[in-house]
């Protein structure tokens, strides 16, 4: 098992409702990317956080946001929620600029969108 | 999109007989790793090839890498009931340090 937190597992939501999804980092750890991951599909990849900034972003729109806190916590936020947006939600945590490239993933939150 | 795609989708077989699942990218990468997912759960790391490596070992599973051809095979020898769960494939694109982009993964079934 890894140190990497999440909450909640499941999540139920209807479609316009907004949700918070929270991630802690394995400790010594200063860096936490969030991954969708739909049904039957590879996660794909929606931003980074580093020193609480983000740091780089994939194909998700801007209702898609992000917090990165001083201890390296994480909030994944989704505005607006669609049908599509159920799926898992992974956040991963790592060590930005160690060498050996290791990310360590939650269990994930299911978010379920009706 | 560098996404690396995974072949085959599913793959099921004996426990004992080796597993080999495939994987194609489309950019010029800095590493490449391997994944593994059971049930819809977490992933868990397996093994990464960096882009000047062709091929890497650990415990029953061996990576390669061909990155003229951009694409990358892992088996898992002797394989065990256990080892039943979706891989994945996962790319560090060269100016994306730390970001990776996944495949759709390979459903490995291991009948006892």
């Known amino acids: 098992e890894t140190g990497v937190t999440q909450s909640p597992t499941h999540l139920i939501k209807t479609r316009g409702q907004q949700v918070t999804l929270r991630c802690s980092s394995q400790?010594?750890?200063?860096?936490v990317s969030w991954y969708q991951q739909a049904l039957g599909q590879g996660p794909q990849f929606i931003f980074q956080?580093?020193?609480?900034?983000?740091?780089g972003r994939g194909n998700f729109p801007p209702r898609f946001s992000g917090l990165q806190f001083p201890n390296y916590s994480s909030e994944l936020n989704v505005n607006a929620l669609e049908l599509d947006d159920s799926a898992l939600y992974l956040c991963a945590s790592s060590f930005f600029l160690d060498p050996r490239n290791e990310q360590f993933f939650g269990p994930g939150t299911r978010l379920t969108v009706l | 999109s560098q996404q690396g795609e995974e072949d085959p989708q599913a793959l099921s077989i004996q426990e004992g007989e080796n597993a080999t699942m495939n994987c194609s990218y489309k950019?010029?990468?800095?590493?490449l790793q391997w994944y593994r997912q059971n049930s819809g759960r977490g992933l868990v790391h397996l093994i990464l090839?960096?882009?000047?490596?062709r091929e890497k070992h650990s415990g029953r599973l061996r990576v390669t890498l061909d990155t003229s051809k951009k694409s990358s095979s892992l088996l898992i020898t002797a394989s065990r009931a256990a080892d039943t769960a979706s891989y994945f494939c996962?790319?560090?694109?060269?100016?994306?340090?730390?970001?990776?982009?996944f495949g759709s993964g390979t459903k490995l079934n291991v009948k006892p």
């Open positions: 996962a790319t560090e694109g060269v100016n994306n340090f730390n970001k990776f982009y």
């Open positions: 956080y580093y020193r609480e900034e983000e740091n």
């Open positions: 400790s010594g750890h200063n860096t």
């Open positions: 090839i960096r882009s000047n490596e």
């Open positions: 950019t010029s990468i800095n590493n």
